[in-house]
């Protein structure tokens, strides 16, 4: 079966840092994904992981564990619009599909 | 670039109505998906298509309908519209090569009644 969990909502304060947790459970992998998508809009693409280990990009970094399906999303010195939902993606084997956890709603307070 | 494209933004269907979704993308991406998200939920993938001419069954396909008759177009169909595919509709695209990271459409928010 396919199964992707991650935390439905998590709250942080700003100028702090958060990470987000992300396991799954998948017939096939060939990458993972996070995107971001605010209220009212459509998912943006943050990170991509398909190797072990930690790739950065500025304020966001990602990690991947094949080995125990899991992957992380770190956000640091949160702003305000950091504020959103942050979504987990597992790339299948066919045709570039996603399978989409259900989302993490992050608050970030003053 | 436009990117992707969706028409209509919002569209209220009475029970049993039909309509059609437009999703048009500028990219030259060959796979095209369309999705549903139910509220605090993550994306269902409904179809999906690797090129023109070629669609596939995702998870939830039942009540719905597609067809590519060009890399740019996928187009997505209801028949006979049923209060459960009331959600919010995405269209998305993607190059064969590199990462596969999907671009997305603005969305279509869909209440059937």
Same mark, same amino acid.
């Given at each position: ?110 | ?28 991406? #060959? ?6 998200? %139910?509220?605090?939920?993550? $994306?269902? =993938?409904?179809?999906? &298509? ?14 719905? #309908? ?6 740019? %177009?996928?187009?997505?169909? $209801?028949? =006979?519209?049923?209060? &459960? ?29």
């Amino acid at each position: 079966g396919q199964n992707i969990d991650q935390p439905t909502e998590m709250t942080a304060t700003e100028g702090a840092i958060v990470q987000i947790n992300c396991t799954y459970q998948t017939s096939g992998f060939n990458g993972l994904f996070w995107y971001q998508q605010h209220a009212g809009e459509a998912p943006t693409f943050l990170s991509y992981n398909v190797l072990d280990g930690l790739e950065e990009k500025g304020r966001f970094s990602s990690f991947l564990s094949r080995s125990k399906g899991y992957s992380y999303l770190l956000l640091k010195e949160l702003q305000m619009k950091d504020s959103a939902s942050y979504l987990c993606a597992v790339k299948g084997n066919q045709g570039g599909k996603l399978i989409f956890g259900q989302g993490t709603e992050l608050s970030v307070k003053p | 670039n436009a990117g992707v494209t969706q028409t209509p933004k919002f569209r209220i269907l009475k029970i049993g109505q039909s309509m059609t979704l437009q999703c048009t993308q500028d990219m030259n991406h #060959n796979y095209m998906y369309w999705y549903r998200q %139910d509220p605090g939920m993550g $994306l269902k =993938l409904i179809y999906y &298509s690797v090129g023109a001419g070629i669609t596939d069954k995702g998870e939830v396909p039942n009540g719905y #309908n597609v067809s590519r008759s060009t890399t740019e %177009d996928f187009p997505l169909r $209801l028949e =006979l519209a049923a209060p &459960s595919q009331t959600s919010v509709y995405f269209c998305a695209s993607t190059s064969r090569t590199g990462a596969y990271e999907q671009y997305f459409g603005p969305g279509t928010r869909l209440t059937v009644t």
